[in-house]
């Protein structure tokens, strides 16, 4: 395979043409190949920069089967091609031997290399196809998949180049975000707030019952031999759990980070916002709030429980995207974790960790949040008596724009509906197939719905 195999513009990816002569290489090929990769990136990495040009065909053979279906229906290997691109990273070395050849043809591989701007979709593609396929996947197991990816990603977003591409996938979604299937980099982050939201609540779950098990342990010493051994057994797979969701949700979080830093198309869109919002907040009060000596233990280290660092990349994220009005009002809008104390106590938290710099920026996301708390609050003592048939029925919020589903001729709002089918292309009230390209825009409904608020606004 050379740099001419199948090299297809993005706009063509991915590939689902079965009758390529590519789809009929056998899998246990590309297995050895990703096989291969891995055992010399762990035992002699030098050996990549050995072969110099010769990464580039390496880079094509991966691109080429990697995010194509038609080519490699095993979702599990797709995934093992992305590990082993991660394999052609520069900074991977052995422990106790000297690095003598430097870097440079890794390097190059991605940043010089004609077709390595396909990286950045190919590597979204895989992520979210890994949730998408309706093969047995372990639901752990993607977590285990996906972290190569994220090293991948933190990499080539230091690379101008590769940042403009993510720019441009993110400005594509929000231009695209009503088509019938949901842009590539929608789904992406989607996935990424379910990751963050489902591994840090594990974590935290797990940080919680070991507390719980300290205080019992003294007292397992008067058991039974068996039981004894049994508790420690329970308590070491707890913490060997705990370890494991906290790396990830970390790592998870720290791309969210990555990506707000330059991104807030599709972030701070009306699909996204209130997600977004609603799961830092959750995660700040929790880590800052009354709760937060639930999860003390005698050793954070020993289960990599960084709950400085996760407020530190959540504060941050808020930073990164004050300036969107539609996430500060997103943020005021969360009933359930959102309180006007829930800065005061991360910026307590931020200056224990040396944060002082994060602390006083985030004064000012806290004024202006403030501000829109207060609005909302007039806004919804206005709409108090709202008639029932202006509120959505899913979310129980004033429908601005309402659409009506085709097969249930259920009328919801369209921002409510539209996050639903990012995780489940169906009708939520009868499971008929929907997508947003099917939704019929209920004129009608809306302008009285306007009317209506208009008016309460007069009086």
């Known amino acids: 395979t050379t740099g001419e195999v199948t090299c297809l513009p993005?706009?063509?990816?991915?590939?689902?043409?079965?009758?390529?002569?590519l789809s009929f290489i056998p899998e246990f090929v590309l297995e050895n190949i990703c096989e291969h990769l891995l055992l010399v990136r762990r035992f002699n990495p030098a050996h990549f920069e050995q072969v110099g040009p010769k990464l580039g065909d390496?880079?094509?053979?991966?691109?080429?089967?990697?995010?194509?279906?038609?080519?490699?229906?095993?979702?599990?290997?797709?995934?093992?091609?992305?590990?082993?691109?991660?394999?052609?990273?520069?900074?991977?070395?052995?422990?106790?031997?000297?690095?003598?050849?430097?870097?440079?043809?890794?390097?190059?591989?991605?940043?010089?290399?004609?077709?390595?701007?396909?990286?950045?979709?190919?590597?979204?593609?895989?992520?979210?196809?890994?949730?998408?396929?309706?093969?047995?996947v372990q639901f752990e197991q993607k977590f285990s998949y996906r972290r190569p990816m994220y090293d991948i990603i933190k990499y080539i977003w230091e690379i101008d180049a590769f940042k403009n591409k993510f720019r441009q996938l993110a400005e594509e979604a929000e231009r695209d975000i009503e088509n019938e299937q949901p842009p590539l980099f929608l789904r992406f982050i989607n996935l990424l707030i379910n990751d963050a939201i489902f591994l840090l609540d594990e974590g935290l779950g797990f940080m919680k019952q070991i507390q719980e098990k300290e205080a019992e342990r003294?007292?397992?010493?008067?058991?039974?031999?068996?039981?004894?051994?049994e508790a420690e057994r329970g308590f070491h797979h707890m913490s060997m759990m705990a370890r494991y969701h906290n790396i990830?949700?970390?790592?998870?979080?720290?791309?969210?980070?990555l990506l707000t830093s330059s991104i807030t198309e599709v972030l701070t869109h009306s699909t996204m916002a209130d997600r977004l919002a609603a799961m830092l907040n959750?995660?700040?009060?929790?880590?800052?709030?009354?709760?937060?000596?639930?999860?003390?233990?005698?050793?954070?280290?020993?289960?990599?429980?960084?709950?400085?660092?996760?407020v530190s990349r959540i504060s941050q994220i808020y930073i990164n995207l004050e300036d969107s009005e539609s996430f500060i009002k997103a943020i005021s809008a969360d009933g359930r974790s959102y309180c006007p104390e829930l800065f005061s106590w991360a910026e307590n938290v931020l200056l224990k960790v040396s944060r002082a710099d994060l602390a006083t920026s985030l004064t000012n996301v806290a004024a202006r949040v403030g501000k829109a708390a207060a609005s909302l609050a007039e806004e919804e003592e206005l709409l108090a008596?709202?008639?029932?048939?202006?509120?959505?029925?899913?979310?129980?919020?004033?429908?601005?724009?309402?659409?009506?589903?085709?097969?249930?001729?259920?009328?919801?709002?369209?921002?409510?509906?539209?996050?639903?089918?990012?995780?489940?292309?169906?009708?939520?009230?009868?499971?008929?197939?929907?997508?947003?390209?099917?939704?019929?825009?209920?004129?009608?409904?809306?302008?009285?719905?306007?009317?209506?608020?208009?008016?309460?606004?007069?009086?």
């Not at 997508?435 to 306007?450: C, F, G, I, P």
């Open 218 to 229: 003294p007292g397992w010493s008067t058991l039974p031999e068996n039981e004894r051994t």
């Open 10 to 21: 993005d706009s063509q990816l991915p590939v689902s043409d079965f009758s390529s002569p």
């Open 282 to 310: 959750y995660f700040l009060k929790t880590l800052t709030g009354p709760d937060r000596k639930s999860f003390k233990v005698s050793n954070l280290d020993k289960f990599s429980f960084k709950p400085g660092e996760v």
């Open 58 to 136: 390496i880079l094509m053979v991966i691109l080429c089967f990697m995010d194509q279906p038609g080519l490699v229906r095993n979702p599990h290997l797709r995934a093992r091609l992305a590990e082993s691109l991660e394999c052609l990273l520069p900074g991977h070395e052995v422990q106790g031997q000297p690095n003598i050849l430097g870097s440079y043809q890794r390097q190059a591989v991605f940043s010089d290399h004609k077709h390595s701007m396909r990286i950045a979709p190919a590597i979204l593609h895989v992520f979210v196809s890994i949730e998408e396929t309706g093969h047995s």
């Open 248 to 257: 990830m949700g970390i790592e998870t979080i720290s791309v969210i980070e």
């Open 385 to 459: 008596d709202c008639p029932d048939a202006f509120l959505c029925p899913i979310m129980s919020v004033v429908m601005t724009d309402p659409v009506i589903l085709p097969s249930s001729k259920q009328t919801v709002d369209r921002s409510t509906i539209a996050r639903h089918l990012l995780s489940d292309q169906s009708d939520p009230f009868n499971r008929e197939p929907l997508t947003m390209d099917m939704l019929e825009a209920d004129e009608e409904l809306k302008e009285k719905v306007r009317q209506w608020v208009e008016s309460r606004r007069r009086t």
